[in-house]
């Protein structure tokens, strides 16, 4: 039976095959036409024109087939094949040379190979790209290469970028605009399918990445061996005795591949995977729950076991918090639950379970957080905002390269507060990091390709560009006319009114952009210099080249400041601090100052509560000291617990401080604007954050259970290595001091796969509206640092009850695919004086238990009127890798005691 032959592919694009070589298309308007995705690569470079205008023209055909086609996925599915036959191009380097590629994407295994122009390898050594790592497509010339061309070059309809995690842009340039066009939209769809995995943390698509990874020859198939090789990359400890039995469980068709091999296909390789990562933790969780339904059901078997309504409404309730009526139950279990039989009479089985407890709402974040759901129409002054520091910077702060991609990324990732540092230059003004060896990008190009196309691409709440002016008068002219050609009626120019009380709000100022610089009071023309990294001049680099640059630099003095540019600045207007006393008096709230992290640190220390009150009047921004040359971070928990609002990072570094700062803005939808804790935007308040004591009802007591771990990958840079990750868990509490806290797990040796922990970690939270968590999760080595797994940090208001999943980050911020660890989580009001005797009562009973753990028998034993039990877990912690233990546990108490075993 010949596939079906889509109008745009008549030529030689698609070959007729079998059925067994067709893949059919997902259910849409096409029902189940088959179309082959095994393309022959076209490499006659006028065909491929005429195949992708082909394609262009059916997709905007009249005819209400076409037309449908157009408006669903199975449009975006017919390019992607096309895109599988390959496509000629001129890829443009960094250093502007040019060489020609023939790029072609291969869909299963989500990889962009490519070759040059006389000879193709083949096989896995063909060089690749993965588009996992594609975080955008830009169409026409809108990266600092494409800046950096000849005007007129490469025709712009042409050209695109591929944007990619750990690398440099690849700029291309097609033979025509519809193939550009092609390429462009078929990448964006990609991208939305790399998302929707993340969001979905989808298992099956994380296992079946692997298995296309490791199906080196593409038949589809793996061999025992191949097996092996791909358990040892996915960190999974076993004998190969097992593992053949296992195997041999799951071969179910008994192929054989051309060697005589036994081979699974991708579905029984799924069946493998399962059998060996069975989540024993979440199996006995189920029983508990559904231990109750079963009792009344005799001669039922474990296996048949389920979850009545009531038992999920009752787990649902009394364990996780929820408020669920048997009406959302019966909805829950009908989209969790994957067996027809179980969804008819409304049971959850133990998958439904998993699946239930693998969900978004089931993670440790609030999913509710992830909308907008705080008050937007506060003053700004009232808010945190995500800025960024040196934003054009995307390396360290002396040698490294100034790009407009620093400013995309921070703008896509919610950034609210992006920095210019702009000075004269040849061809207009240029931005770069002054009196450094860093390179110079255009005014112009942040503005035209980054700005204008970006601002709002996130959140539509107002965008603030903070100026460092060091232009002349002319170049500052053309700066504001830049400004206004490119940003129009995006750019705030109201006049503002003296008079005013306080700032307007993010939802006034909702699609705006405002200008932060110095501004001219009337009848004066020259201003203070902005504040800026004064600190610069004590850096310690040992450059010669790098320090007689900065000996260059001048004390701070007058400039002369261009009305043009001064009349766009608004509500944001900068000026030197004072001293607090000062904005009290004669301050107004559209003007606010700048603070290096030393200035600010030493004013918490002095004056913690004159700070608190300060923020409350005027915006303060913080940026980090000029020592910091590598571009690390300060740590920015003092400067919000002031209620600073600016907290300006470095954003190019993924440090413990950045991963921080993003999982702060992750809340309320990652729109760049935090609401600050009343205490902190009351006129009258008197809080101070150095305090020693706070209000007993803010108090919060904390117990955390860290259960286990899942799918835990290898550190980065280590998915090669022949060792076996031993996991453990470190919990860090951050906010006022007293609050501050960590605790670590044990290490479980060879095990990324499935550890189990089983350690209850307790803390007490006195201001838990300013704190914060981070989950970090290393690789325990006894000769080298410790590497980090992965990482999740978020406010602790966030934090939900009962048994939940922390999806693991890398330090980045990517989705490490479904690695995660599974805890118990406990929160309650609490003052600290009741945490601090109910933890004294405890250390007395662990002090009387110590005294009697000879005593304990094979049963139980009774202490103080309460029976004391032996834990059955000993030898399932010994199987993984622990040193064998008793555990003592109190029921009544939650108190478990472990001991070594002799």
């Not at 009232?382 to 934003?391: A, D, G, L, P, R």
């Not at 004391?868 to 555990?887: A, L, Y």
């Amino acid at each position: 039976m010949s596939c079906f032959k889509a109008p745009w592919a008549t030529l030689s694009s698609i070959v007729n095959k079998t059925d067994e070589d067709c893949e059919v298309v997902p259910a849409g308007p096409l029902g189940d036409l088959q179309v082959d995705s095994r393309l022959i690569m076209i490499k006659d470079r006028k065909q491929r024109v005429n195949d992708a205008i082909n394609l262009r023209k059916t997709l905007q055909d009249s005819s209400t087939m076409w037309r449908t086609i157009a408006s669903h996925k199975s449009c975006e599915e017919f390019i992607l094949t096309f895109l599988s036959g390959g496509s000629w191009f001129i890829k443009i380097t960094d250093k502007l040379k040019t060489y020609k590629r023939f790029l072609r994407f291969e869909r299963q295994k989500k990889m962009i190979y490519y070759d040059g122009s006389k000879k193709r390898t083949r096989g896995k050594n063909l060089p690749r790209y993965d588009a996992r790592d594609i975080v955008d497509v830009r169409q026409g010339h809108q990266t600092d290469v494409f800046n950096k061309c000849e005007p007129g070059k490469f025709d712009e309809s042409c050209c695109f970028s591929i944007i990619m995690t750990g690398r440099s842009p690849i700029n291309l340039v097609a033979d025509h605009p519809e193939i550009a066009n092609l390429w462009v939209r078929g990448l964006k769809f990609q991208i939305y399918l790399n998302d929707r995995m993340q969001r979905l943390h989808d298992e099956k698509l994380w296992i079946t990445d692997y298995f296309h990874a490791a199906d080196t020859n593409g038949d589809g198939n793996l061999e025992f061996e191949e097996v092996c090789g791909l358990l040892q990359r996915m960190s999974v400890k076993m004998s190969r005795k097992e593992a053949r039995v296992k195997f041999n469980n799951a071969d179910k068709d008994k192929t054989k591949d051309l060697k005589g091999n036994d081979t699974l296909n991708l579905e029984e390789f799924v069946t493998f995977y399962h059998d060996i990562c069975k989540r024993h933790e979440i199996e006995e969780l189920f029983e508990q729950f559904a231990s109750r339904e079963r009792s009344s059901h005799s001669g039922v078997q474990a296996s048949e076991s389920w979850m009545s309504i009531e038992d999920v409404q009752h787990f649902m309730n009394n364990i996780q918090g929820y408020n669920y009526s048997k009406e959302l139950t019966k909805h829950l279990i009908e989209k969790y639950e994957p067996k027809m039989s179980q969804r008819m009479q409304h049971h959850l089985s133990k998958n439904g379970f998993l699946l239930l407890l693998s969900s978004n709402m089931m993670n440790i974040r609030n999913c509710e957080h992830n909308e907008v759901y705080q008050d937007m129409t506060q003053p700004l002054t009232s808010y945190f905002i995500s800025s960024s520091h040196n934003t054009y910077l995307i390396e360290d702060q002396l040698r490294g390269p100034s790009s407009i991609e620093g400013y995309i990324r921070a703008l896509m990732s919610g950034c609210r507060c992006v920095e210019l540092d702009c000075w004269d230059g040849d061809n207009g003004p240029q931005v770069y990091h002054g009196y450094t060896l860093t390179s110079r990008i255009l005014f112009k190009d942040i503005i035209e390709d980054a700005i204008r196309v970006y601002a709002f691409f996130k959140t539509q709440y107002p965008l603030i560009l903070s100026l460092e002016n060091h232009c002349s008068i002319e170049q500052q002219k053309i700066m504001a006319q830049i400004l206004k050609d490119n940003l129009g009626d995006m750019l705030h120019t109201d006049p503002v009114n003296p008079d005013i009380k306080q700032l307007p709000s993010p939802e006034q100022l909702k699609g705006k952009i405002l200008i932060k610089c110095r501004k001219l009071p009337a009848g004066v023309t020259e201003v203070a210099e902005e504040d800026s990294d004064d600190e610069m001049n004590s850096t310690t680099s040992d450059d010669l080249q790098v320090k007689e640059m900065l000996n260059q630099k001048k004390k701070k003095g007058k400039i002369k400041l261009a009305p043009e540019l001064s009349n766009l600045v608004t509500y944001i207007q900068s000026v030197s601090f004072q001293g607090f006393a000062a904005v009290r008096k004669q301050g107004k709230p559209y003007e606010m100052s700048s603070y290096s992290e030393k200035k600010a640190l030493k004013l918490i220390d002095d004056e913690a509560g004159e700070f608190v009150k300060h923020t409350n009047l005027q915006i303060c921004r913080i940026y980090p000291a000029g020592t910091r040359t590598d571009s690390s971070n300060y740590n920015p928990i003092d400067m919000w617990n002031v209620g600073c609002q600016l907290v300006s990072l470095n954003f190019q570094t993924p440090d413990r401080q950045m991963q921080l700062f993003r999982g702060k803005f992750k809340d309320n939808g990652s729109c760049g604007y935090l609401l600050k804790p009343s205490f902190l935007t009351d006129p009258n308040t008197s809080f101070n954050p150095r305090a020693e004591s706070f209000p007993e009802v803010w108090g919060q007591a904390v117990t955390m259970q860290i259960l286990s771990g899942a799918h835990l990958p290898k550190p980065e840079g280590e998915e090669n290595s022949s060792d076996l990750v031993d996991p453990y868990v470190k919990l860090e509490v951050y906010g006022v001091k007293e609050d501050c806290a960590e605790f670590k797990t044990a290490a479980i040796t060879d095990n990324g796969l499935n550890p189990r922990w089983g350690e209850t970690f307790e803390f007490h939270l006195s201001v838990p509206d300013l704190a914060m968590l981070r989950i970090n999760v290393k690789d325990y080595q006894t000769l080298t640092s410790n590497d980090m797994i992965g990482q999740c940090s978020f406010p602790a208001h966030s934090l939900q009850q009962g048994y939940r999943h922390i999806k693991l980050e890398s330090s980045e911020g990517i989705a490490l695919g479904p690695a995660s660890i599974f805890v118990h989580v406990d929160m309650r009001p609490m003052s600290k004086a009741a945490w601090l005797s109910r933890r004294t009562n405890s250390s007395i009973r662990q002090r009387k238990l110590s005294g009697v753990k000879e005593m304990l028998g094979n049963s139980s034993l009774v202490v103080n009127g309460r029976s004391i039990s032996r834990d059955s877990t000993t030898s399932d912690e010994s199987s993984q890798g622990r040193v064998p233990s008793t555990r003592l546990v109190d029921p009544n108490e939650g108190l478990t005691l472990t001991f070594p075993t002799s």
